[in-house]
């Protein structure tokens, strides 16, 4: 693979911008073409061409008019609204036309099989699931400044810059310690040992020999946690596919890493009902006791009676008893008075002792966690591209379901039975007509005249959608079909403009078609709306000799049939149109007659402009008839 086919001054840029040659090949493999079209000054359509050509299949080659062009955007524009993912759409704005039969035939049977599966899929509910894949690299990660990584030395401090753990938390040596209260969790990472730390409950101690994700998680969960609802999205496809998959373990594990948030309104909520309990218990119990005259004595110096201690004593008790309960956590946060009071400061210590002990043990799930979801990451990734992969098979499978494509053969000719052109193929009217037509040596050339408004462009298109499809490795809108392969497709539309300027632009790009030996396919509608009639007889009539002479293939569209037989021989095809429905429709046999000569019936146009106008306009239709 070289870098052909982009200027040098841009293929340097570009390179450039990717860090080296290696690198922007392998993007190119991989489809990349947002990375290019990302390029200052390179556009998403330039970005396609520079893939395509690096890649070896310049679609310019072979679509050699703006009309061909715009024939095969509309293709792939109507695979591309079947596509979810960027990935998808990237590989399908890629096809392009080839002309090497096994690629091609391989293809087509790849979107074969792709419909197929379509056709047995839940469709609407897996494009619902595809259209919310849309994978993040590695994230960046996520800075938290609540914890902190301990070092001992400046050897360790370097370490850990070098596994970049310092954008993970903060890394502090101990002169920089101020409080252990300045973090909800630290991370000491120790090679000695030399520190000690007591009642520090967010302290967890780590060996400085210990792996990345030992000492920050993250450096492992923050792929799979960022990526949570994606792998849920790809564990979904891959049941409705009844493929196999290793997500549902990866997001058990992620589903069993608690929330590192201690509800602090269970401590409140439990010390508020315990003291409200233990005051109503001491108001009882007190109202019953009996005081000696010594025991008021004593109390007068604030010296509590041993019956009242007693009941104190039991109340408290239970009160703790109580908190315990609700809250898991031995403490006594009260102070002995009567109503009771609840000691705050003891409160608040006990609740951060908590979170911070909880901040432990969460680390230390997170780290068994990483250590064995690391090992998934290698083929998660790869049922991230299965999916992506299956995205751009089920677009085109869909493609090929809804607009009922079959595989054609490839021959030394064109002919196709119940075509129909892809903007006529999803619509659902009894007036829609399939079309036979064939276009084969010796007649390699013919002439297509017929009723104004009987389908002659649609046929046109209909073989020329037919042509790049198929060569684009597409099976075909059409029951049964046989391209031939060509080098270059031309599609002349019809022009109403009559100026020198489009004439010689015409002549142009027209002439030099028969000096070149590949083996085309020319389709021309109405030369003679670009030119004069006189020219545009003779210029019609040499040229189709040469077609005649050639390996190409021409339909040539015209009014003016009977004009141009008379300097050349060759098959005349016609469509024909029988007159007016009910509904001043043209009631047309939209398959061509061979060897016919149909007449364009303007008079008919004019009758159902006639039928459905009124007043003066009327009468100015009705005087115009009159002359037919
Ligand atoms: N096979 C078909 N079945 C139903 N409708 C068709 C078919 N082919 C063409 N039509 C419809 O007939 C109309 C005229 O088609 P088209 O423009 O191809 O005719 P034309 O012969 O090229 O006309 P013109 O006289 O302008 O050259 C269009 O609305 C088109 O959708």
């Known amino acids: ?144 400044p609540s914890k902190a990584i301990l070092v001992e030395s400046s050897d360790d401090y370097h370490q850990i810059i070098e596994l970049g753990l310092n954008s993970y938390c903060p890394v502090i040596t101990s002169e920089e310690l101020e409080s252990l209260e300045d973090f909800e969790l630290i991370v000491y990472v120790y090679s000695e040992g030399i520190m000690e730390f007591e009642d520090a409950y967010n302290i967890t101690m780590v060996n400085n020999e210990s792996e990345a994700f030992e000492i920050v998680p993250n450096t492992v969960l923050s792929y799979f946690k960022e990526n949570y609802d994606l792998l849920r999205n790809i564990l979904k496809i891959k049941e409705i596919l009844g493929r196999k998959s290793i997500i549902k373990e990866v997001l058990d594990i992620l589903d069993s890493l608690e929330s590192v948030d201690v509800d602090e309104t269970v401590f409140d909520r439990a010390i508020e009902s315990s003291k409200e309990k233990a005051d109503l218990k001491l108001k009882d119990a007190i109202k019953k006791v009996d005081l000696k005259g010594d025991e008021v004595l004593n109390l007068l110096n604030e010296e509590m009676p041993g019956k009242i201690q007693k009941i104190f004593d039991e109340v408290m008790k239970d009160a703790r008893d109580e908190i315990k309960e609700e809250t898991g956590c031995a403490f006594d946060p009260f102070i002995q008075k009567y109503p009771v009071e609840i000691d705050y400061s003891e409160l608040e210590r006990i609740k951060k002792q908590e979170m911070s002990k909880k901040q432990v043990t969460t680390f230390e799930e997170e780290v068994k966690a990483a250590s064995i979801i690391s090992k998934f990451k290698v083929d998660v990734e790869s049922e991230i591209q299965e999916i992506l992969l299956f995205d751009y098979e089920f677009a085109l499978g869909c493609f090929a379901y809804y607009y009922d494509l079959h595989t054609p053969t490839i021959g030394d000719g064109f002919r196709f039975k119940e075509g129909l052109h892809l903007n006529l193929a999803l619509i659902n009217d009894k007036n829609i007509q399939k079309i036979d037509y064939q276009l084969e040596s010796p007649e390699n ?74 083996d085309k396919l020319i389709l021309l509608d109405e030369l003679e709306a670009i030119t004069e009639l006189e020219a545009a007889v003779k210029i019609i009539s040499s040229f189709m000799d040469f077609v005649h002479d050639s390996e190409s293939f021409a339909i040539i569209v015209t009014h003016m049939a009977r004009e141009i037989l008379k300097y050349t021989d060759v098959r005349v095809d016609g469509i024909e149109a029988k007159g007016l429905d009910a509904d001043y429709n043209l009631i047309v046999d939209r398959t061509p007659r061979m060897n016919h000569l149909a007449k364009s019936t303007p008079e008919l146009i004019l009758r159902r402009m006639y039928e459905k106008s009124d007043g003066k306009l009327q009468k100015i239709y009705e005087r115009i008839l009159e002359k037919f």
């Open 445 to 518: 050339v013919v002439l297509l005249t017929g009723a104004n408004s009987g389908g002659k462009t649609t046929l046109l298109e209909t073989l020329a959608q037919i042509s790049i499809m198929a060569q684009m490795g597409l099976p075909v809108c059409a029951q049964e079909a046989q391209v031939k392969l060509v080098d270059e497709v031309y599609f002349f539309s019809k022009k109403h403009s009559l100026d020198a300027g489009a004439f010689e632009s015409f002549l142009r790009t027209f002439m030099p078609i028969v000096t070149r030996e590949e």
């Open 1 to 144: 693979m070289e870098i052909k086919g982009i200027g040098d001054r841009l293929a340097d840029k570009i390179i450039k911008s990717f860090g080296g040659r290696e690198e922007f090949l392998k993007a190119v493999k991989n489809f990349e073409v947002d990375r290019i079209a990302g390029i200052e000054g390179v556009s998403q359509h330039r970005a396609i061409e520079i893939v395509n050509s690096v890649l070896g299949n310049p679609t310019e080659e072979f679509l050699k008019t703006e009309r061909a062009v715009q024939i095969y955007d509309d293709i792939v524009g109507r695979i591309l609204g079947f596509a979810s993912t960027k990935y998808a759409k990237n590989r399908i704005l890629l096809m392009s036309p080839i002309k090497n039969e096994e690629t091609i035939k391989e293809s087509m049977s790849f979107v074969m099989q792709a419909k197929y599966a379509a056709s047995h899929l839940p469709r609407d509910e897996i494009k619902r699931l595809l259209k919310k894949i849309d994978p993040t690299d590695d994230p960046k990660p996520k800075y938290d």
